[in-house]
């Protein structure tokens, strides 16, 4: 028994030290791969770094993770991210800065004020392309430049010009807190022709315009919404049932952007004395409004940069008037037979009440004081009459006595 309790022993102890020296042998093999294996990334890393400074093409980087490259044909993210920085760092160093450039959305939300008009923004903007000659009316020969290519050339000089008179009469419109109405039909123009109304507080218009909308307001507009604002552009409540009776309104300034499609506008426009603002290409009439602009109406840019333009200028003339309001000052003439809100027509009807009462009161003694009259009247002029008859009595009695006798 004591020697098989020995042996036992032994071969437990010779099993932990077999196992010890397997584990450390094993331990320091997997270190060593590990560090080989970490050795070897860094070197493909560095030679990968020297490749991509020399090479014309990318090469593909390995994921830290997964120690594979990337795919390029499933993530074309990845592709066209690096294809960007590699033109960034071949190509970066040569060529010119190009600032600033042109961004379409620039225009509608960020619109250049009348004092950015230059001749440089008309002529990015297609401005003084016009169309062909074939097409031309001799009315507008005063706006034309010259022929290039059978096309004639507006003069950007004029089209400056006439832009900013356009801008000037917006801004005092807006000032005097007229009515401006803003119309583009044309597809495209809807943007551009709400923005400008916004920022002038007007109307818009880019649909199809009803014919008699001016003319024949009452019936075509009569059941539009309409509402009574004071000097701050404030709402003020309680005339809803004064404005139901009152007649349509009217715009009191029209700024159209493409004239020869809204020829029937223009026309009820010039019937009831509203002045209107158009853009008058080489084949259109500059005599059908009365503030025309010679630019290019097919350009959308040239359309949103004018009606961006005219919106700024507006909203110039509304700040001008509302600073004035704040001091007291009232660039307006208000509406004086609109009356007043529902508790002051009360307390005018207790007024002509009590003036009323006061009327009344007069009367009755006017009326009493005529019967005091009367009765003194008939007793100091009824013996006189009832004498005079007795008279007259007296003098047909004679006569009739002395014609007796003579007969």
């Not at 007793?379 to 003098?395: I, T, Y």
Request: net charge negative; with cysteine.
């Amino acid at each position: 028994m004591i020697i098989r309790r020995s042996l036992i022993r032994q071969n437990r102890l010779l099993r932990t030290s077999l196992l010890g020296t397997y584990t450390r042998s094993f331990a320091s093999e997997v270190d060593t791969l590990e560090a080989a294996v970490g050795n070897s990334l860094k070197e493909t890393q560095s030679i990968e770094s020297l490749i991509q400074e020399h090479a014309t093409t990318p090469v593909p980087r390995i994921d830290g993770t997964t120690h594979r490259t990337f795919d390029w044909k499933t993530d074309q993210t990845v592709r066209k991210y690096l294809a960007v920085q590699h033109q960034k760092q071949t190509s970066g160093r040569y060529g010119t800065d190009i600032a600033p450039h042109y961004q379409p959305h620039q225009l509608l939300s960020n619109p250049p004020s009348p004092s950015q008009i230059t001749l440089e923004l008309l002529l990015a903007s297609q401005s003084h392309l016009g169309h062909s000659t074939s097409l031309w009316n001799p009315m507008n020969s005063r706006y034309i430049f010259g022929i290039r290519q059978g096309i004639h050339i507006i003069s950007l000089d004029v089209t400056a010009s006439h832009l900013r008179r356009a801008c000037r009469v917006v801004s005092g419109v807006a000032q005097r807190a007229g009515l401006i109405l803003f119309v583009g039909t044309r597809p495209g123009q809807d943007r551009c022709v709400v923005n400008a109304a916004k920022l002038v507080g007007g109307c818009h218009l880019f649909g199809r315009w009803i014919p008699g909308s001016i003319t024949n307001g009452n019936q075509i507009l009569g059941l539009c919404a309409k509402k009574v604002v004071d000097e701050h552009d404030n709402e003020v409540p309680g005339h809803d049932e004064r404005l139901g009776d009152m007649p349509a309104l009217r715009p009191d300034l029209v700024v159209c952007l493409n004239p020869l499609e809204n020829w029937v506008m223009l026309h009820e426009c010039a019937l009831n004395d509203i002045p209107t603002i158009g853009i008058i290409d080489t084949d259109a009439d500059p005599t059908w409004v009365t503030y025309p602009i010679p630019a290019n109406d097919d350009s959308l840019r040239c359309v949103q940069v004018i009606a961006g333009v005219l919106g700024k200028a507006g909203e110039e003339g509304l700040m001008r008037r509302r600073e004035s309001a704040k001091q007291g000052v009232i660039t307006f003439n208000p509406v004086e037979d609109l009356g007043g809100n529902e508790e002051e027509e009360e307390e005018e009807d207790d007024d002509d009440d009590g003036d009323d009462d006061d009327t009344d009161q007069l009367m009755v003694e006017l009326l009493s004081l005529d019967k005091e009259n009367d009765h003194l009247f008939e007793n100091d002029e009824a013996p006189v009459e009832e004498k005079d008859m007795e008279e007259e009595d007296e003098e047909d009695v004679d006569e009739e006595e002395k014609d007796k006798e003579e007969s």
